[in-house]
């Protein structure tokens, strides 16, 4: 699944904000429920109670820790792999 972060997500999201930083709002928009991003991973809602956590490509990594020491950052995309554990 191809996540696109637009200049809405990060103009809404919040820096240190699990749910709220503009990967998560991405991943939100893309149809995944109840996300989560930290600096390393994304914790999303498979079904029902069962969660599932994705490593996070290193070029959404480097964009959490720009975003969240108040950097500029920019407008990006990356590949989610849903079928990783």
Known sequence: ???LVKREHIDNGVA???SCCPIA???KDAGL???WVDHRSIC???N???FRYIPLPSVAM???RHFDAGEYVTLFSFD???DKI
């Open 1 to 3: 699944m191809i996540i």
């Open 16 to 18: 240190n904000s699990s």
């Open 25 to 27: 709002l991405a991943c």
């Open 33 to 35: 429920k109840n996300v």
């Open 44 to 46: 999303y809602l498979l």
């Open 48 to 50: 029902d109670n069962i």
């Open 62 to 64: 480097e964009f959490v």
């Open 80 to 82: 989610l792999s849903l």
